[in-house]
């Protein structure tokens, strides 16, 4: 019960002592062209909140595979395990992304404006009409250059095997004709949810990372084989 006391703290502490610092870092985009190296810049400090957690929490993540990413926007698909999903990702993928969160996280002091300078998209699981427009808001974020991570589960798997695939999630790559980036994610549900959420636990996270699958996959194949095939590929990385 302390560290997860201490974790929150952290999650929510860190985030109030550096949300002064976010006008500055916003002024200091003018002095770059790419936004490849924008979002570098707005990312160093998500990057050390997440470095921070993941300390606090006794968490280590080793990351495998190639992060020869592209200079432009790349969807990342990956598993959804568990509440330490994010932190880990942010931490372990050297490529700077915003993600496709549930509105209620707007909630949430101070960690919301540094989730609009990401470039993060939220869904509101209420109104049908939110994800036509979550799926407007990431396919104009790509476009422009911008990285998205999203769950196509939808929800945590906890550490049950992984749920099925939403198509949908996919149109955001065919519309922007970027590439996909599979990650497979193991362990974080062992930190948290197998305790009922009621506590944390160190332990050990793999991430890895997936070959690039190319946009012109779906001049050949439907939204919904394209789901099954980057499932497959994640489940296997996980086995």
């Not at 990351?63 to 999903?85: A, K, W």
């Not at 699981?125 to 808001?137: A, P, V």
């Not at 065919?174 to 497979?184: E, L, T």
């Not at 779906?218 to 497959?232: C, G, M, T, W």
Request: glycine share 6%; net charge positive.
């Amino acid at each position: 019960m302390i560290r997860l006391i201490r974790t929150l703290g952290t999650i929510v502490g860190y985030a109030a002592l550096v949300t002064p610092k976010l006008n500055s870092v916003k002024k200091s985009l003018v002095n770059y062209d790419a936004v490849a190296e924008k979002d570098l810049v707005t990312n160093q400090y998500p990057k050390k909140w997440a470095d921070k957690i993941l300390k606090t929490a006794g968490v280590k993540v080793k990351v495998h595979g190639n992060q020869n990413y592209p200079e432009n926007g790349v969807l990342f698909i990956s598993n959804h395990e568990g509440n330490f999903d994010i932190p880990v990702l942010i931490y372990a993928i050297n490529k700077p992304f915003g993600f496709v969160s549930k509105v209620e996280v707007k909630k949430i002091p101070f960690l919301h404006k540094w989730m609009d300078l990401l470039n993060c998209i939220y869904l509101d699981r209420t109104d049908r009409r939110s994800s036509i427009q979550m799926i407007r808001d990431g396919v104009a974020s790509l476009k422009e250059g911008h990285s998205i991570m999203i769950f196509p589960e939808g929800t945590r798997s906890k550490g049950r095997g992984m749920a099925e695939f939403k198509a949908g999630s996919f149109k955001l790559a065919k519309s922007a004709g970027v590439p996909i980036i599979p990650i497979a994610i193991k362990g974080t549900s062992q930190l948290m949810e197998k305790y009922n959420s009621k506590k944390i636990v160190p332990g050990h996270v793999d991430v890895t990372i997936l070959d690039a699958i190319e946009p012109d996959i779906f001049d050949r194949y439907s939204l919904q084989e394209v789901a099954n095939l980057v499932h497959e590929r994640i489940e296997t990385a996980m086995k």
